[in-house]
Each structure stands twice: as structure tokens, then as C-alpha cells.
């Protein structure tokens, strides 16, 4: 019986590496917890801002340049009395927007309600010049245009 004991015993004492081994396992796991998020950058956190401001019935600027393929935060501030739209069908079509919920009418436009701002992430597309208006007011002139180079 005591040599059961003692060899219960013994087994025990090389017990406590396992508990070290685990608790080694589990700062490896919570380190590497730590670490993932900034492996794993986030590509809009150095999102390029590009801001275009919204009057009754003007754009200003009313040239817009981006860079194709690079994170950027589009700023539409509407500081008119009137709803503006960002209409740029192609610009928008060839653009990986982040957030397609903020587009309207089949993806052709982003609306900006009087007074509103809206930020809206997008990588623009292809290099090459692409139309804008405001589709609500480019009879009045509203017009302007884009520059992905
Ligand atoms: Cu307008």
C-alpha cells in the first residue's frame, strides 16, 4: 500500500510542470491575442480624406482627385438649404465602397441631406477622369468632375 502511495506520490511530483507548461500556453495565447489586432491593420485607419463640400447648387471643389487603390474617407458636407447627390455613377461602379448601404438609386449616388455630413470609406478604381453631378441639380449647374490617378 505505501509503495501505491509513494507511487501515486511520485507521479504527482512530476505533476507540477504540467500546470507551468499550461499557464506558458496560455500567455503565448493571450500575447498572440494581443498582438493579432495590430498584425491585422486596419486599412482604413490611414484612410486618405478627401472632402467635397455641397452648396445651393454648386460643388466645392468641383474637382475631385483620388488615388487609385488607396483607403480613403470621402467627406460630403452639405451646407445648402437643398438636398445635394453625389451622382457618379462610374467613379461609384468602379470604387470598392465599404459601405454600399450609403448608396443610392441602384448605386449611382450618395444623398446629402440639407445640413447633413456623410463619410463614406471607398478605394477608388481604375486610373482616368469620371463624371459628377448632382442629379437633382445639374441643370442649374451643379457639375463637376473627378481625377483617379
Ligand atoms: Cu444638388
Redesign the pocket.
Known amino acids: 500500500m505505501r509503495r501505491d502511495n509513494e507511487g501515486l506520490h511520485a507521479g504527482r511530483r512530476t505533476r507540477p510542470y504540467a500546470p507551468m507548461t499550461k499557464i506558458f500556453a496560455r500567455i503565448v495565447s493571450a500575447v498572440l491575442a494581443l498582438a493579432a489586432p495590430a498584425l491585422a491593420a486596419d486599412p482604413w485607419s490611414h484612410a486618405e480624406v478627401v472632402t467635397e463640400v ?1 452648396f ?2 454648386r460643388f466645392e471643389p468641383d474637382h475631385l482627385t483620388f488615388r487609385s487603390g488607396q483607403p480613403t474617407e470621402l467627406r460630403l458636407e452639405n451646407r ?1 438649404k ?4 453625389f451622382t457618379a455613377p462610374t467613379f461609384l461602379a468602379a470604387a470598392k465602397v465599404r459601405d454600399k448601404r450609403l448608396l443610392a438609386n441602384g448605386g449611382t449616388d450618395i444623398v446629402v441631406q440639407a445640413g447633413k455630413s456623410i463619410r463614406i470609406f471607398l478605394i477608388p478604381g481604375p486610373k482616368g477622369q469620371y463624371d459628377l453631378t ?5 441643370w ?1 449647374g ?1 457639375v463637376g468632375g473627378i481625377t483617379v490617378e
Open positions: 455641397m445651393d447648387n445648402g437643398d438636398m445635394h447627390e448632382c442629379a437633382d441639380h445639374d442649374d451643379m
